[in-house]
């Protein structure tokens, strides 16, 4: 088999006339996390079916270690561990009878890896399916997807129902998980989360790939925002002088201002020292602004700067 996990060439899928995805081009690398992000509807899970072989593409080609997902459907489910984003669960069953079921379909069962996964999660498995909530429902699919120590994983908003302690665990579960050679797909809107764990990301709006680049440089073009409590009011210029700042709002009597931030912060930070700060708040860093930058309409949206380099569409 060849050594690439994911590759997609002008993949396109329509349901009749209503478009699908159209034209989908981008690789995912051996032992890398990739992220795939846009909002519900742009055609995350349209793309996972089709490599899973759920669904026949209109036109183009997916494959995974080189098998048609099509074609080679079957193949191609031996090799991977997959989460979907609308998972269904038999809820007579428990946890433990589900898992068993599903490990049924594999060469190999690894139930000592099954149960350590349960035990990290902090999921009963004697518990019956219909009596799980809605979190611990998650955490029994996240189980079934990496228990059978497939070398893809194609998690469809992994996620999602889990607390925020939990999500935090899962997330360091996967860069163990990367760290033992795994490739990961992890589809999300989620920009936080992506952000945190991926290598590179993919954007996908309205069925068409936007940009596929590393998080690193999509840091580069986000914003961040800054809100600054003034005991004195200040020139909103002094803030919208310096490159990469703009103001986005100043309230009434100009002690409060919202700053749009992008770059280095040190020039900004030099002129707030000399400024009556009460108090200052700066948002961490996220994907969300260059989410927003592909989303918004046209005429909602700012212009990037001229200082700053248009993102480059390409796949590696």
Same mark, same amino acid.
Request: aromatic residues 6%; glycine residues 8%.
């Given at each position: 088999?060849?050594?690439?996990?994911?590759?997609?060439?002008?993949?396109?899928?329509?349901?009749?006339?209503?478009?699908?995805?159209?034209?989908?081009?981008?690789?995912?690398?051996?032992?890398?996390?990739?992220?795939?992000?846009?909002? @519900?509807?742009?055609?995350?899970?349209?793309?996972?079916?089709?490599? +899973?072989?759920?669904?026949?593409?209109?036109?183009?080609?997916? =494959?995974? /270690?080189?098998?048609?997902?099509?074609?080679?459907?079957?193949?191609?489910?031996?090799?991977?561990?997959?989460?979907?984003?609308?998972?269904?669960?038999?809820?007579?069953?428990?946890?433990?009878?589900?898992?068993?079921?599903?490990?049924?379909?594999?060469?190999?069962? &690894?139930?000592?890896?099954?149960?350590?996964?349960?035990?990290?999660?902090?999921?009963?498995?004697?518990?019956?399916?219909?009596? +799980?909530?809605?979190? @611990?429902?998650?955490?029994?699919?996240?189980?079934?997807?990496?228990? &059978?120590?497939?070398?893809?994983?194609?998690?469809?908003?992994?996620?999602?129902?889990?607390?925020?302690? +939990?999500?935090?665990? /899962?997330?360091?579960?996967?860069?163990?998980?990367?760290?033992?050679?795994?490739?990961?797909?992890?589809? =999300?809107?989620?920009?936080?989360?992506? !952000?945190?764990?991926? &290598?590179?990301?993919?954007?996908?709006? !309205?069925?068409?790939?936007?940009?596929?680049?590393?998080?690193?440089?999509?840091?580069?073009?986000?914003?961040?925002? +800054?809100?600054?409590?003034?005991?004195?009011?200040?020139?909103?210029?002094?803030?919208?002088?310096?490159?990469?700042?703009?103001?986005?709002?100043?309230? *009434?009597?100009?002690? &409060?201002?919202?700053?749009?931030?992008?770059?280095?912060?040190?020039?900004?930070?030099?002129?707030? =020292?000399?400024?009556?700060?009460?108090?200052?708040?700066?948002?961490?860093?996220?994907? !969300?602004?260059?989410?927003?930058?592909?989303?918004?309409?046209?005429?909602?949206?700012?212009?990037?700067?001229?200082?700053? *380099?248009?993102?480059?569409?390409?796949?590696?």
């Amino acid at each position: 088999m060849e050594n690439v996990p994911v590759k997609v060439e002008r993949l396109t899928r329509y349901y009749g006339k209503r478009r699908g995805v159209a034209d989908l081009t981008f690789e995912v690398q051996e032992g890398e996390i990739f992220g795939f992000l846009g909002p @519900n509807g742009a055609g995350k899970t349209t793309t996972i079916r089709q490599l +899973m072989g759920l669904m026949r593409p209109t036109s183009g080609s997916a =494959s995974v /270690f080189g098998l048609d997902c099509w074609k080679d459907a079957t193949r191609v489910k031996e090799e991977v561990g997959f989460l979907p984003g609308d998972i269904r669960l038999y809820e007579k069953m428990t946890g433990e009878e589900l898992l068993e079921f599903f490990g049924a379909f594999r060469r190999v069962q &690894h139930k000592r890896y099954r149960s350590e996964l349960a035990e990290r999660l902090g999921l009963d498995l004697d518990t019956r399916i219909k009596h +799980m909530s809605k979190g @611990n429902r998650q955490k029994l699919a996240v189980v079934q997807a990496l228990m &059978h120590d497939a070398p893809l994983l194609i998690l469809d908003e992994p996620s999602s129902g889990l607390d925020p302690l +939990m999500q935090v665990e /899962f997330i360091e579960l996967l860069r163990e998980e990367q760290a033992r050679g795994k490739t990961i797909f992890l589809s =999300s809107h989620q920009l936080p989360e992506v !952000e945190r764990i991926a &290598h590179r990301v993919a954007i996908i709006r !309205e069925g068409s790939l936007v940009a596929v680049e590393e998080v690193a440089r999509l840091k580069q073009l986000r914003e961040r925002r +800054m809100e600054v409590a003034l005991h004195a009011p200040v020139p909103s210029e002094r803030f919208s002088a310096l490159d990469g700042v703009r103001v986005v709002s100043v309230a *009434p009597g100009g002690k &409060h201002v919202a700053l749009a931030v992008r770059g280095k912060l040190g020039p900004l930070l030099r002129v707030l =020292s000399d400024m009556p700060i009460d108090d200052l708040t700066f948002a961490p860093p996220d994907l !969300e602004s260059v989410f927003l930058h592909y989303y918004e309409g046209d005429e909602k949206r700012e212009r990037p700067s001229e200082a700053q *380099p248009p993102l480059e569409v390409r796949s590696r």
